[in-house]
């Protein structure tokens, strides 16, 4: 797939991200600050929206991915690979959250609030209104989806590629025999998308 | 599952994922981060706590923040109420504003005792013992990012022995 001219950008290769993660990793178990530091703002993002797809308020969201970061500090020595650290920090965010959801005794929002409104780019060339349209079109097929397809879309949305698979292991998406597979929410998306 | 028109054979949920797929997850990306981004002045205040570590420390928990429309309906719109809760020791804190431009934080810590308190800043950190009661306060911290330490009590004193770190906040 990775010829596919659908192709819209080319992730990094998987042994290159790998390895660089990886080394961070060992570096930040022997104390390096700059190692860690890099960590922690390229999967930050990623925790932020597993945190808000869970439901918390803005707040509670940083104050939980504050946490998970502090508390990896402690589980550094059981992880060897970028999987196995995006894997921890998306299961461990993602537990934090319910924990923190159930102390505050607070149902979900009944509606999506995030879902109020596309932000509108303004103005531009043809080629940004037919990327608007394509987003406008992908934003509404989102709203039609279970809640739990729309946090799960959300997460592995910004889940880096080659990370997918242990990720969507993680969570109980479906996962192949050779690979990560579509399963029911991208299928249902996509579907819609079609349709 | 139904298969109601020409694409849905190699749309199935048990194929593998294919370059639309990932064009369509990058498309969500896109949509989420402009929709609710992440404050982007999060990693940095992380770092700056990370920074601080202290791998023997039990982290305390954000449990309660008044809502500041709450505080704002009463007049008090200066002041905010913050706990923390950790596995040994719940603190709470109130900041208040000072004219010269720092804040007041006066804190409790239950159980009452007679902790050593830092209060790490981006600058330096400032110290101070809470009493019996388990009161304490600094006078003057300068705003900014801020996060609070207790540190542990002395052998023979009742309580616990390890460190109790808040993340950190914004004053």
Known sequence: MAD??????????????????????????????DALGQIVTELSPLLWHVARAAGLSSCEA?????????RLLSHLDGIRTSAALTGWLVVTTRREAWRVRAAGRRQLPA????????PDTGPG??????????????????????????????????????????????????VGSIGPTRGRCLAKLRAMLAG | MKSSDAGSSEAGPDEP???????????????????DPM???????IKFSLALRDLEAEVARLAAEEDPRLLAARGAEQSRTITFDSDSLTIMIRIDSNKDG?????????????REIEMRTAADTLREVSDVQGRFAFAS????TARLSVRPGEQGQSGPGRPVVTPTLIL
């Open chain 1, 4 to 33: 596919d001219p659908r192709s819209v950008t080319a992730p990094p290769s998987r042994p290159d991200r790998n390895a660089r993660i990886a080394g961070m990793v060992n570096a930040a178990r022997e104390g390096s600050e």
């Open chain 1, 62 to 70: 940083e104050d939980v991915v504050q946490t998970v970061w502090m």
């Open chain 1, 111 to 118: 509606d999506h609030d995030w879902l109020a409104a596309l």
């Open chain 1, 125 to 174: 060339s043809e080629e940004q209104v037919i990327i608007d349209d394509q987003r406008r079109a992908l934003w509404v097929a989102i709203g039609q989806l279970s809640r739990r397809c729309q946090e799960l879309l959300r997460i592995i949305a910004f889940v880096p590629h080659p990370d997918y698979q242990a990720v969507a292991a993680e969570l109980g998406m479906a």
């Open chain 2, 17 to 35: 994922v294919d370059a639309f797929d990932l064009a369509i997850l990058d498309g969500i990306r896109e949509i989420f981060e402009q929709a």
């Open chain 2, 39 to 45: 404050p982007a002045d999060l990693p940095e205040r």
């Open chain 2, 102 to 114: 720092t804040v007041r934080i006066d804190g409790w810590l239950a159980p009452a005792q007679r």
């Open chain 2, 141 to 144: 911290v300068p705003r900014g």
